[in-house]
């Protein structure tokens, strides 16, 4: 069992920054994939982004390329998610997700999610 809480949401203007974080409990955290989603209102969820269990490996959804990065501190049980020239249409409930195996972009496969974190991007 693995539980997860993300922080670090907020209301920002059009090209700011924030760093997500997502804290698990459980002696196991160094042994999953991590992944961030996001999800808007009326749509459906979305992958954003996700590292593996090392951290030697990184994938990112092409729409967040080059502005999100992910990251991970096993010694904290902790991985993040530093947003930077943030955009409106980056507003969405953010989520991180474990994986038992290797970095996805397919929601179905990941095992446990945080409730989630609120994050507003005004122009």
């Known amino acids: 069992q693995v539980q997860l809480v993300e922080s670090g949401g907020g209301l920002v203007q059009a090209g700011g920054s924030l760093r997500l974080s997502c804290a698990a409990s459980?002696?196991?955290?160094?042994?999953?994939?991590m992944g961030w989603f996001r999800q808007a209102p009326g749509k459906e969820r979305e992958f954003v982004a996700a590292?593996?269990?090392?951290?030697?490996?990184?994938y990112y959804a092409d729409s967040v390329k080059g502005r999100f990065t992910i990251s991970r501190d096993n010694a904290k049980n902790t991985v993040y998610l530093q947003m930077n020239s943030l955009k409106p249409e980056d507003t969405a409930v953010y989520y991180c997700?474990?994986?038992?195996?290797?970095?996805?972009?397919?929601?179905?496969?990941?095992?446990?999610w945080g409730q989630g974190t609120q994050v507003t991007v005004s122009s």
């Open positions: 997700a474990t994986h038992r195996d290797h970095v996805s972009d397919y929601w179905y496969e990941y095992d446990y």
């Open positions: 459980g002696r196991t955290f160094s042994s999953y994939a």
């Open positions: 590292i593996s269990w090392s951290g030697g490996s990184t």
